[in-house]
């Protein structure tokens, strides 16, 4: 049984493109957050926000999803992910940014 998580497109006010996630990657759901994540990269023309501020949890599974992508995304997150993507790395490899 895979856990709810919840993903969407949208843009920011001055174009960018947003892939928005919800709920929990785990596991269980982290190849339909690589699917999403990977074609909202390829779609988008520059720079591609991705929105964790409503993500309750993210393992390693979800963690490995991000890496690939480093160049192109930019994370906005919540107080809770920060340390999480800190001990993990990716703030040294792209733009981590509070919410």
Known sequence: MSTALT????HQPDGTPVLTAAGEVDMSNADEFAVALTRAVEAAPGQL??????????????????????ERIHLV???????????AGLADLMTVTPA
Not at 49 to 70: I, M, R
């Open 7 to 10: 993903l969407t497109t949208s």
């Open 49 to 70: 926000t991705v929105n964790l501020t409503e993500l309750q949890y993210l393992d390693s599974a979800g963690l490995a999803v991000l890496f690939p992508h480093v």
């Open 77 to 87: 997150t919540s107080p809770l992910l920060a340390p999480v993507l800190t001990i």
